[in-house]
């Protein structure tokens, strides 16, 4: 029987994805070989890789923008290096907002490449909240943010207007709520949440905000050289770009990502709702910055813990507990995982209480 899968990254995708690739992989196209057995340059694969790109745009709403996606392997983490080098100038600075753990990976990155300003850090209240209020260095080359905390369960619900090419790690919450996207010059994430399985880093780039830096850039670290390149600078990982346009293929049919939002807002609704009800429960992280992705929440009392873990095991739930550094549940509800797998939840929340009456 199918779980009501939690897991934060790679995560649940939708059943059609892991139907139609598991067929690719068998039989890609009715071409009588497999998906991973042809070339990335095989007619059929550079199609896969001209689709996904387009639909990527298509999306977000930034076709005939100025923009290109590209997938790229390495992981958002080789982006957290990538981009200073394709962003910060020589003798340049960035300017970094920490929110968590991945941003300050990001920040270790940036300072291999030069001086890294931190506008702002919620590192002392154990990254529950998003900072506000904060000055970014007008003469900065960038500013970079995480819009979703995948640890910690908080989310950006504002960015802040300048006027610095912003770049934004959306490995969590892509194509999961509307924003205005143009406002982003950079957005990368990994694929495996929102879109496909891990393998594969989706980056979606302004192109004129290119070239500026006056650095020479590795080959394999240039994003010129990728977009060139139609993102075939060398092999790409071709399965989790298939799947991924299968994700967006699904995602569009639903109605794109205005529909999923509202999916997404119910889910949300419904498990905060519990959470806040529930005198056995607390979230963790402060209210006006909670994410709708990552949901994060405490026992009261931990001497309940083996109880519920049982009663939600036995309910068919899987990967809830949080992060190693941070303990406690984590709820990750990205976009494939349905309403319902949030109301068998809840009931089981519902279901220690009476428990323990
Ligand atoms: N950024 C965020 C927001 C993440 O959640 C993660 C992974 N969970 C990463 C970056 C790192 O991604 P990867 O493992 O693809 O390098």
Redesign the pocket.
Known sequence: MKKHNYS??PCILPQEVFEKSAQAILNFNDSGLSLLEISHRSKDFVAVMEEARALVLELLDLKGKGYQAIFLG???????LMIPYNMMKVNGKAAYLDT????S??IKEAKFLGETVVVASSKDQNYNNIPKGYTIPADADYFHC??????FGTQMKEFPETDLPIVC????DIFSRKLDFSKFDIIY?????NMGP?GA?LIVIKEEILGKTGREIPSMLDYAKHIKAESMYNTPPVFSVYASLLTLKWLKNLGGIEAIEKINDAKAALLYTEIDRNPLFRGTAAVEDRSNMNVTFLLNDEAHTAKFDELWKAAGISGLPGHRSVGGYRASMYNALPLESVQVLVDVMKALETEIK
């Open positions: 934060a990254g390495g992981g958002a983490s080789l982006e957290f968590g753990t991945w941003a990976a990001a995480t819009s979703n905390n995948t640890i790690d959306m490995s969590s994430a990994g694929a495996q949440k891990a880093t």
